[in-house]
């Protein structure tokens, strides 16, 4: 076990794992902060790994797939808003639905569009090619994993610190925080508490969008059924953990991706898939409860 | 600025909330817009600053007749309110809570918070409002807060600025700040719009006063040409209760005696705190909100658990007592919020005076309800403490705050209980039912029962009290009897405990 997390390989698989979460928690960090209860994070990463596939099948370059699931992400995003925010849906309803629409739909269309049922996988589609860092994939243990990674990882980390600075100081930025906070304040301010959680909304698809590009054009060059696999429901996790914080949200999302990526190499040793499929969602658990022993022990702190 | 309202006229489906009010409002003027709850004060100043729209009648600045629909045209217009709750955002600090709405921007849409800080330092030095920039509004007290909602309206270069019920929350000396304030603005020659119920502050401050009632202007003149009591009578439409002469009597046994509890709060514990209640008598719990009244409420009502200490009702040691046994074994409680505490708004009148009387058999027959004797019960409670409602089978929801808080009130003073506990119990209400509160209070306190009055409304506490408690920062910070209160010196300990402060205005 030590020597498989020793290993550079397994080191530089890390952010293949950690961009798809990265991408979609910080778009329900959006979410979060602007006051939308956005848990559908893990059909907009489905719906968009299907649009990078199409994308970049017809096209032949992985830049137009990125594009086509930005595209379809913000389009998830517009229909969570009308039937959310404009016919005042439950957000958590509205969740499900879109979840099961994102199922149903790539299913339907992968038989419909490639005429397959589970899996299609061509060479035509264009995955994008890992990005050389020159003098930084020779430093040793880190050049491989910060060096040739896909483009999707460097943007996810340049999210990171933009996204803070966005919420620090953008007037969009702030006017999100207020839509979460107190609308009702916004209002009087004459601002639109809806039209700004709707901006959060379309944000919040394309960064999903993305994250799906990451799962079927640079993870690998195919699209599965159901490929999310469960990572946009981490996505959530790490976004109420963190109250939509992109900094808290980063190392989370570092946590949550090693562990995902730690669960399929040991896959390799004999271990029972059943219990290597748990190990994201056993670590998302100990993280709960080790988080709330901490802030009950700091409020606990607090109070003496 | 120039502000006129000609013939406006507020309809909300069948109800008139305006009639046909026509009001002037010049630069350099404070001008007092009084009346009672419901009145259509409110309604008038969101009419002007085009939250509601208006089924007749026109809005003209400067003789140019304005027709806006939104807000942001009234704020670009030079027009800027202070609500009575605070829009603010707590977590945000306030610099943000300034800018947000209006935000000076640089580059790529990003705020200029430099820009702001700047203006913001030359609105201090022109009127003297300041408030550190940085600190999150959540962590101010409720002065400072009414202040960062006046830099928000100064920030936006208003002309007109509308304060509604500015003083409710405030001690006498912050109301003292904000006077000077105003007094400042009306010097640089802003207009100034002040709803109140307060007719001292009318007197003290303003420069015009106009009476609202039932939607109507019923007088609008100028300070000089009236009185306290001439407004008093427009607010009522008639002649004012008599004020109320003061039983003296000894007071009786001891009911609640509370001994050295201390209750777990986020921050810093609330006490020790001990005192003692006896029958007939009202005790006055006094202060700012906020310094430690409602943790005191809730480990008296068992709505959250003392961290140690003990507390006795009737000599019964209730500690480990539910919130339920607590009641049964002798405790009323009007609670401050009456919406989400006070009553079920979902459910009928007949239910909510029914809640806390179902153990009873009048109302119970084994696990079943008798809702036809809930619904004589309400019945009674309509008619004796004249609620307004369309009937018994009507949702809690549908009467006006007075008549809510009537409801509870009514529900709690008839179980009769030894103790009751009224926290703030004219809130948000008119003077009518005020009076009328405070009425039912004195007659339960000569009839022998024991009051503790929770309030932040200094002149309620005063008027009512026997004794008063002054809290401060979680702990009692002065012990004052009714006789020797005045607002001077009930005010200073509400703001510092040290007995020195005390000395310097007493």
């Not at chain 1, 969008?209 to 195919?222: D, E, F, K, P």
């Not at chain 2, 002065?143 to 830099?151: D, S, T």
């Not at chain 2, 909100?289 to 008296?300: C, D, H, K, T, Y």
Request: aromatic share 6%; glycine share 10%; net charge neutral.
């Amino acid at each position: 076990m030590l020597e498989l997390i020793a290993d550079p390989s397994f080191a530089a698989s890390i952010p293949r794992f950690v961009t798809p979460i990265l991408l979609a928690a910080l778009g329900g960090a959006l979410c979060e902060r602007a006051g939308v209860f956005n848990i559908a994070l893990e059909g907009f990463l489905l719906v968009g790994a299907f649009a990078a596939v199409l994308g970049a099948y017809f096209s032949g370059t992985p830049y137009i797939g990125a594009l086509a699931a930005v595209a379809a992400g913000m389009a998830l995003g517009l229909i969570f808003a009308e039937f959310n925010l404009r016919r005042g849906g439950d957000s958590i309803v509205v969740s499900i639905a879109i979840n099961l629409l994102a199922a149903g739909l790539t299913t339907f269309f992968l038989r419909a569009i490639f005429d397959v049922t589970g899996a299609f996988s061509d060479p035509a589609i264009a995955g994008f090619a890992p990005v050389r860092l020159p003098l930084i994939e020779d430093i040793p243990w880190l050049g491989p994993i910060l060096s040739g990674q896909s483009p999707l990882f460097y943007l996810a980390l340049a999210c990171v610190p933009f996204l803070h600075i966005f919420l620090a100081r953008h007037r969009l930025g702030l006017r999100i925080r207020a839509a979460g906070e107190n609308p009702q304040a916004l209002r009087a301010g004459g601002v639109s508490p809806r039209r700004v959680q709707l901006l959060a909304l379309v944000a919040c698809g394309a960064l999903c969008g993305l994250g799906g590009a990451q799962l079927s054009i640079a993870n690998v060059n195919l699209f599965v059924e159901n490929m999310s696999a469960g990572r946009g429901w981490i996505a959530v996790v790490a976004v109420l953990l963190t109250r939509g914080r992109p900094w808290p949200l980063f190392f989370i999302a570092l946590l949550f991706g090693a562990v995902d990526s730690l669960s399929f190499r040991v896959q390799g040793l004999g271990l029972a898939q059943q219990f290597t499929d748990m190990m994201p969602y056993l670590a998302t658990l100990i993280v709960l409860v080790a988080l709330s022993w901490w802030r009950a022990k700091r409020t606990k702190g607090d109070a003496s | 600025m120039q502000v006129a309202l000609n013939n406006v006229t507020v309809r909300f489906g069948p109800v008139t909330a305006v009639d046909n009010v026509s009001l002037g409002i010049a630069p350099g003027e404070i001008h007092a817009l009084v009346g009672e709850n419901g009145a259509g004060k409110s309604t008038l100043m969101n009419a002007l600053f085009g939250l509601v729209s208006l089924a007749s009648g026109s809005i003209s600045v400067d003789g140019a007749p304005c027709r806006w629909t939104l807000p942001q045209e009234a704020i670009a217009r030079g027009l800027g309110m202070v609500h009575q709750h605070f829009m603010l955002q707590e977590h945000m600090t306030v610099l943000e809570n300034i800018v947000l709405c209006a935000e000076p921007l640089g580059r790529f849409g990003f705020v200029d918070f430099a820009r702001a800080r700047a203006r913001l330092d030359e609105i201090a030095r022109t009127h003297g409002v300041k408030v550190d920039h940085d600190r999150l509004v959540g962590r101010l007290s409720v002065g400072e807060r009414q202040a960062v909602e006046i830099l928000k309206v100064l920030y936006r270069e208003a002309e007109l600025l509308i304060l509604d019920e500015p003083t409710a929350v405030l001690t006498p000396q912050e109301k003292d700040r904000l006077f000077a304030t105003l007094r400042s603005f009306r010097a640089a020659g802003k207009a100034i719009v002040l709803i109140t119920h307060k007719l001292d502050e009318v007197m003290e401050i303003a420069d015009r006063v106009s009476v609202m009632r039932a939607g109507h202007l019923v007088a609008s003149s100028s300070l000089e040409d009236t009185s306290k009591e001439e407004i008093a009578r427009g607010i009522v439409g008639g002649e004012l209760p008599a004020p109320r002469t003061r039983r003296v009597q000894e007071p009786g046994a001891v009911v609640l005696a509370v001994d050295e509890i201390v209750v777990a709060r986020r921050g810093r514990d609330v006490g020790p705190l001990s005192f003692q209640l006896r029958a007939g008598e009202i005790v006055g719990i006094a202060g700012v909100s906020g310094n430690g009244q409602s943790e005191l409420v809730r480990a008296l009502t068992g709505l959250a658990p003392a961290v140690s200490g003990s507390i006795a009702l009737c000599g019964k040691d209730i500690v480990a007592f539910d919130v339920e046994a607590r009641r049964r074994q002798g405790m009323s409680y009007i609670p401050e919020d009456r919406q989400r505490m006070g009553l079920a708004l979902g459910a009928s009148v007949s239910e909510n005076a029914g809640a806390g009387h179902d153990d009873r058999n009048a109302f119970a027959a084994g696990p079943f309800l008798k809702h036809g004797a809930m619904a004589d019960f309400a019945r009674s409670l309509i008619e004796r403490y004249r609620i307004r409602v369309a009937g018994p089978r009507a949702a809690a929801a549908t009467m006006s705050g007075g008549n809510k808080q009537k409801l509870v009130v009514g529900r709690e003073l008839s179980r009769n209980s030894p103790l009751v506990i009224a926290e703030n119990p004219t809130w948000g209400v008119d003077i009518g039912a005020i009076d009328f509160i405070h009425g039912e209070l004195m007659r339960m306190r000569d009839e022998g029962h024991a009051i503790l009055l929770v309030s932040t409304e200094l002149d309620e506490v005063i008027a009512l009290s026997d004794r008063i408690l002054v809290m401060y920062d979680g702990a009692i910070a002065g012990d004052v009897s009714g006789g020797e209160a005045s607002r001077d010196r009930v005010g200073a300990l509400m703001t510092s405990k040290s007995a020195d402060a005390l000395g310097k205005v007493a």
